[in-house]
């Protein structure tokens, strides 16, 4: 089983360019979230989704932008990169909002220089 | 404030040195109570669910306890393979995020 997929693994930005971080899962989970892991300061929910088509902040939402236009996948989008972004962010999803743990993705290390 | 207080921070111990981590916790209403295993460029990796005060779970030599105010993962034995750092969550509610409050985990290391 292939689980929560990301990509890339690894990313050089400079400050003010774009990208987009890709997750993808095959267990037909309805819930995915986004969260960032900082030294310190532990996981922080990004963004998070309960199903196909709906999307919401999480706690460090600002410069971070999601879509859900299936139940596999749900991108995360770097709008225009600052240094304060550097991080490992980590996707997961599980079954639903209120059920089953959560299950991670192995995460993509961020580098804005 | 919703919390998630791990200790130590950091607990090196002997092959075979019995010991356990701590996570204290700060919640309006508990849903569950998680604990993660995370390997150094890994994402984390589930290990228990917790929902009831007085509930225990165990995991070769690994048990997970959980009161009304904290839970302990106990480790029995360990070996150098147990190293990692240990991560606990809270689901709390009222909750329709599904949002887990991690606390900042305790880096584990067992010398051989």
């Known amino acids: 089983n292939a689980g929560v997929t990301q990509t890339p693994k690894f990313q050089v930005l400079k400050t003010g360019q774009s990208m987009t971080l890709q997750c993808a899962q095959d267990?037909?989970?309805?819930?995915m979230s986004w969260y960032r892991q900082d030294p310190g300061m532990g996981l922080r929910l990004i963004h998070y989704s309960v199903g196909a088509g709906i999307t919401d902040q999480g706690e460090v939402p600002n410069g971070y932008n999601v879509s859900r236009s299936t139940t596999e996948d749900f991108p995360l989008r770097l709008l225009s990169a600052a240094p304060s972004q550097t991080s490992v962010y980590f996707c997961?999803?599980?079954?639903?909002?209120?059920?089953?743990?959560?299950?991670f993705g192995e995460g993509s290390r961020l580098t804005v220089l | 404030e919703d919390q998630v207080t791990q200790s130590p921070e950091a607990l090196r111990l002997q092959e075979g040195e019995s010991s356990s981590l701590n996570c204290s916790y700060t919640v309006s209403g508990l849903r569950g109570l998680f604990w993660y295993r995370q390997d150094p460029g890994k994402g984390p990796e589930f290990l228990f669910t917790l929902y009831s005060a007085g509930e225990e779970k165990e995991k070769e030599r690994l048990k997970a306890t959980l009161t009304k105010k904290e839970s302990f993962l106990h480790i029995t034995a360990p070996k150098p393979e147990d190293s990692a750092t240990y991560l606990c969550a809270v689901h709390i509610v009222p909750s329709n995020t599904g949002k887990l409050i991690f606390g900042q985990g305790t880096t584990l290391q067992v010398k051989p």
């Open positions: 997961a999803s599980r079954r639903n909002a209120n059920t089953g743990e959560l299950f």
């Open positions: 267990m037909n989970h309805e819930y």
